[in-house]
T-cell receptor
Framework: AQSVTQLGSHVSVSEGALVLLRCNYS??????LFWYVQYPNQGLQLLLK??????LVKGINGFEAEFKKSETSFHLTKPSAHMSDAAEYFC??????????FGTGTSLTVIP | GAVVSQHPSRVICKSGTSVKIECRSL??????MFWYRQFPKQSLMLMAT?????????EQGVEKDKFLINHASLTLSTLTVTSAHPEDSSFYIC???????????FGPGTRLLVL
């Protein structure tokens, strides 16, 4: 079965520092992958989507992710963290029956 | 575009009562909607897949008589928690799949507290 793995349930960075959130996918190359962000007591907001058209995907709020087939990875990055980036981040991919499988999530803390 | 709303955002009810949560796709038609449950500090747990005009497909371990799902139109799905108990207290999130089928757009969630 397809799945994604998020390494690091908690990541802390200083304000202005690079943000790197890791996601690896299993099995065959997925047709698309997603990163979602969840702020406290809110639903999930789509950050970006990979659809095989381009390996480097730019999303909202300055985030981007690069699909690397050789590493089976789809890590999320942002050059400079803002306090407002503190949230829970989920990597997700397609599963059978039009469903998604989600990673376990990474909680990002930004230290002032 | 691609906005999904949920109502109510927060509900408190007494044990034994039923609660209905609405999920609407505001600016697109969604043939498929999904209902998730999220426990604190955890990922989303898929409860059921709701297809317009047909019966919902429930995940293993989810009681279909407990969590009634109706997808009456291309823009509305409802989840009714019947005879709610304190253990049903949770954060419920719906999502709607666009027609292209690649992306799920999520509602803001509904916080249910059963006393």
């Amino acid at each position: 079965a397809q799945s994604v793995t998020q390494l690091g349930s908690h990541v802390s960075v200083s304000e202005g520092a690079l943000v790197l959130l890791r996601c690896n996918y299993s099995s065959s190359v997925p047709p698309y992958l997603f990163w979602y962000v969840q702020y406290p007591n809110q639903g999930l907001q789509l950050l970006l989507k990979y659809t095989s058209a381009a390996t480097l995907v730019k999303g909202i709020n300055g985030f981007e992710a690069e699909f690397k087939k050789s590493e089976t990875s789809f890590h999320l990055t942002k050059p400079s963290a803002h306090m407002s980036d503190a949230a829970e981040y989920f990597c997700a991919g397609p599963n059978t029956g039009n469903q998604f499988y989600f990673g376990t999530g990474t909680s990002l803390t930004v230290i002032p | 575009g691609a906005v999904v709303s949920q109502h109510p955002s927060r509900v408190i009810c007494k044990s034994g009562t039923s609660v209905k949560i609405e999920c609407r796709s505001l600016d697109f038609q969604a043939t498929t909607m999904f209902w998730y449950r999220q426990f604190p500090k955890q990922s989303l747990m898929l409860m059921a897949t709701s297809n317009e005009g047909s019966k919902a497909t429930y995940e293993q371990g989810v009681e279909k008589d407990k969590f009634l799902i109706n997808h009456a139109s291309l823009t509305l799905s409802t989840l009714t928690v019947t005879s709610a108990h304190p253990e049903d207290s949770s954060f419920y999130i719906c999502s709607a799949r666009d027609r292209v089928g690649e992306t799920q757009y999520f509602g803001p969630g509904t916080r249910l507290l059963v006393l």
